[in-house]
C-alpha cells in the first residue's frame, strides 16, 4: 500500500533508499563534510527522489541552536521601540533567523527573569532600553551571552548600540534658547531609564553654561497619558517652554493645552524626542529630535550576528541626530514677559500686538485672545481665520479648537454652510435625500493683511478675501475685532462688512436644504464642555427657550470644578435667530439663513456684529439683560 497524504517522509526513509545509516543522511543534510563524496551523493539523490525536506527545527536542536534570537523590550506600544524591532526583525529574516519578542511593561523588577526565559528558547538576546539597575545588569549579562545592548552601555565585553540622547536634549535646548526662551520644564522619563540619566545629566551642563537658563525637572513616565497628566503642573511652573522625554509624553500634553485652551506655540513652546511617525501629524505639528530608529535595530543585528557566527566586520556607528524644526516651536511670548513685569493687582489697556505670525488680544493680566489665520487647518475644515483661545481676564479658556465631535469647529470664526454651494462651514454638506455628505466644496478665506489701530480702541482690522473650492473669489470681507475692560470682565467686538463684489451671491444653511433646525452658519462661537452649562435668554432659562428666539442676548453660564464662568453674547442691531446646543456641545451664533436663503446683489453688502462680554462669575435673569443693554450699543448691522 502507498503512502497516504498525511505520512512524511523522514531521514529512515532516506538512510533506506541510499543504502547509509541515519547518521550519515544527517550529517550530509547538515553540510559536514566527514562523508566521502560519492556516499553524499547517493544521500542526496535519494532525498531529491523521496521529496525530502529536513526539518530546520531539528537540525538546529542537532547542532544545538534554534535560529531564534530574543528580544526583550519595556513597552511594545511606544512606535520607538516598534521601529527598532522592525529593523532587526528585516535583519535577521536576511540571516535565516527568526525573532521572539518579549515586553516588561516598563517593569524593571521582572526584567531580568524575563530575559533569561527569553533567552533559554533562543541563539542571543537582544535588549532594548532595559530598565535594570546597574548592579543587577552586570549580574544577568555574563548568564545571557552572546547579548547586545541598545540605548544602553554595558561593560567592555559587552556589544551596544546606542544614540546620545545628552546630545539630543541639548540640540532641543539651544533650539528654545535661541528663540528666547529661558524658563523651561523637562518631563522625564522613567527613573530606570539610562537615556533619561544622560538627558538629566546634559541639561545640568546646559544650565552651566548658558547664562539665564532655568530647568524645571517633573518626574513624568513615557506615555502618552503620562504627558497628558503632567500639564497642571508643567502650567502651574510659568516656564514658556517644554521638552518632552519622547514624543509620546509631548503628544498627551499638547492634547490636554488644547483642551484647557493654551496655544502653542503662542503660549508655550513643546519639544519632543524620537521622531516618531505621527510626530508631523500632531497639532500643531511637533518638533522633535529624529532618531534613527530602524537603523539601530539593523545596526544592533549585524554587530550581534558577528558575534553569534564568530566574525569580526567593520560596521558603521549610528547616524547622526538632527532637529526635526515643526510649528510646535516659537519665540518666547512677548505677553508673557509682560505679564511678569506688571504690577500686582493692576489690570492695565486691553490691546492686539504681533507675535510671530499670529497676533494676541492681551493686557497686563495676560493673554485674553489669539487670532490665528487658519493656513494649517486641513481643506476638509475650510481653512479660515479665527479667534482662539479666548480667555477671562482670570485666565479660564471659552473656546474650543477642532473638538473630537465636530473637527471643523475652530473657536470664533465666521463659518457658513453654503455660498453659493461652497461650504465655508467645513465638514459633510447636507444634502436632500441623503442627508450629511462628505463633499469636495470646501472653500477658503485668506487674509490678505492685518493692520492694528494703536489708537484708544486698538482694533485689529483684517482684509480677507472668501475663495470656493475651485480657488475663484466669492466676496470680500474687511473684519474688525476689538477688545476693551467692562462690567469687572471684558468686551470682545467682532464686526465684519461682506461685499459680493465678483457677483450675485446665496447663503444657505442645511435648513434651507430641508434640515429642519439646522439654520447655523454666521459668526460662530464654540465653547468648551463643563459640568454644569445654564443657558440664559430673553425668552428665559434653558436652550429650548433661546434656540431660534430673537431675543437680543445669550448667555452661557458654566461650572467647571470650583470655576464659574459666564460668556454673554449681545446682537447690536438687526436681531437674527440664535442658533445653539449646550448638550452635546456648546455653541451658538446669530443665523444667516435660519430658515429661507440670503441673497446678495453684485456689490450688495452683509454687515454683521457680534459683542461678547467674558466674566469669571455666574450672572442671573436680573443681571444679565442689564448687562445686555450696556455691551449692546449702536450699528448699521443688517443689510443694505
Not at 502653542?264 to 519639544?271: C, E, G, W
Request: charged share 20%; glycine share 10%.
Amino acid at each position: 500500500m502507498g503512502r497516504t497524504p498525511k505520512d512524511s517522509i523522514t531521514i529512515a526513509d532516506v538512510a533506506r533508499a541510499a543504502e547509509v545509516s541515519r547518521a550519515t543522511v544527517s550529517r550530509v543534510m547538515n553540510g559536514r563534510l566527514t562523508v566521502a563524496p560519492d556516499i553524499a551523493e547517493r544521500v542526496r539523490a535519494a532525498a531529491d527522489r523521496l521529496n525530502y525536506r529536513p526539518s530546520d527545527l531539528a537540525r538546529n536542536l542537532s547542532l544545538g541552536r534554534t535560529n531564534m534570537v530574543a528580544l526583550v523590550v519595556p513597552d511594545l506600544g511606544n512606535p520607538l521601540f516598534q521601529q527598532i524591532m522592525r529593523g532587526i526583525t528585516n535583519a535577521s529574516a536576511a540571516a535565516g533567523y527568526r525573532v521572539l519578542v518579549a515586553e516588561t511593561d516598563e517593569d524593571p523588577l521582572a526584567e531580568a527573569d524575563i530575559a533569561i526565559e527569553a533567552r533559554s528558547r533562543c541563539d542571543a538576546l537582544i535588549l532594548v532600553s532595559p530598565r535594570l539597575a546597574e548592579e543587577r545588569l552586570l549580574e544577568l549579562l555574563p548568564d545571557v551571552k552572546p547579548v547586545i545592548l541598545v540605548n544602553r552601555q554595558g561593560p567592555p565585553d559587552v556589544a551596544s548600540v546606542g544614540v546620545d540622547f545628552g546630545r539630543a536634549v541639548r540640540i532641543v535646548v539651544d533650539h528654545l534658547v535661541g528663540l528666547g526662551h529661558r524658563r523651561l520644564a523637562y518631563l522625564a522619563g522613567p527613573v530606570g531609564s539610562a537615556s533619561n540619566t544622560d538627558r538629566l545629566r546634559s541639561l545640568e551642563i546646559a544650565e552651566r553654561e548658558i547664562p539665564g537658563l532655568e530647568i524645571v525637572r517633573f518626574e513624568c513616565g513615557s506615555s502618552i497619558e503620562d504627558g497628558y497628566g503632567a500639564v497642571e503642573q508643567v502650567l502651574d511652573s510659568h516656564v514658556t517652554a517644554v521638552v518632552a522625554f519622547n514624543d509620546l509624553v509631548a503628544f498627551g500634553l499638547l492634547a490636554r493645552l488644547n483642551e484647557v485652551g493654551v496655544a502653542v506655540p503662542a503660549d508655550l513652546s513643546v519639544a519632543g524626542m524620537d521622531d516618531i511617525g505621527l510626530s508631523r501629524f500632531a497639532v500643531p505639528s511637533l518638533t522633535t529630535v529624529r532618531v534613527p530608529q530602524q537603523g539601530m535595530g539593523e545596526l544592533a543585528w549585524r554587530r550581534l550576528y558577528a558575534e553569534i557566527a564568530g566574525t569580526e566586520v567593520d560596521l558603521d556607528g549610528v547616524p547622526d541626530l538632527r532637529l526635526a524644526l515643526r510649528a510646535s516651536t516659537g519665540p518666547v511670548p512677548q505677553a508673557t514677559r509682560l505679564q511678569a513685569d506688571a504690577p500686582r493687582g493692576r489690570v492695565g489697556p486691553v490691546r492686539w500686538q504681533q507675535q510671530g505670525d499670529i497676533f494676541v488680544l492681551g493686557s497686563e493680566s495676560g493673554l485674553l485672545a489669539h487670532y490665528e489665520f487658519g493656513r494649517r487647518m486641513p481643506q476638509v475644515h475650510s481653512p479660515r481665520p479665527y479667534l482662539h483661545p479666548v480667555r477671562t481676564l482670570g485666565g479660564h479658556p471659552l473656546t474650543e479648537v477642532s473638538p473630537v465631535d465636530h473637527r471643523h469647529h475652530y473657536g470664533v470664526s465666521l463659518a457658513v454652510a453654503g455660498v453659493n454651494g461652497t461650504s465655508h462651514w467645513g465638514g459633510r454638506t447636507f444634502l436632500p435625500g441623503r442627508g450629511p455628505t462628505l463633499l469636495t466644496n470646501h472653500g477658503q478665506q485668506r487674509s490678505r493683511g492685518v493692520t492694528v489701530d494703536d489708537g484708544p480702541g486698538n482694533s485689529l482690522t483684517d482684509e480677507i478675501t472668501w475663495y470656493d473650492e475651485q480657488g475663484r473669489p466669492q466676496l470680500v470681507e474687511r473684519r474688525q475685532l476689538s477688545g476693551s475692560l467692562a462690567e469687572g470682565g471684558w468686551r470682545l467686538d467682532w464686526n465684519s462688512v461682506l461685499n459680493a463684489r465678483y457677483g450675485p451671491i446665496r447663503i444657505d444653511s442645511p435648513a434651507t436644504a430641508g434640515r429642519p433646525g439646522a439654520g447655523y452658519g454666521g459668526i460662530f462661537w464654540r465653547l468648551p464642555s463643563a459640568e454644569n452649562t445654564v443657558v440664559l435668554s430673553e425668552a428665559g432659562e434653558g436652550a429650548d427657550a433661546a434656540y431660534g428666539s430673537l431675543s437680543p442676548w445669550l448667555a452661557f453660564v458654566q461650572q467647571r470644578g470650583d470655576t464659574v464662568t459666564t460668556l454673554l453674547l449681545a446682537q447690536p442691531a438687526d436681531v437674527r435667530p440664535w442658533f445653539l446646543r449646550s448638550t452635546d456641545y456648546v455653541g451658538a451664533g446669530p443665523a444667516l439663513a435660519w430658515q429661507s436663503a440670503l441673497a446678495l446683489q453684485p456689490d450688495q453688502e452683509l454687515q454683521l456684529s457680534l459683542s461678547a462680554l467674558l466674566l469669571d462669575r455666574s450672572i442671573d435673569l436680573t443681571e444679565a439683560p442689564e448687562l445686555a443693554a450696556r455691551l449692546a450699543g449702536p450699528s448699521e448691522a443688517g443689510l443694505r
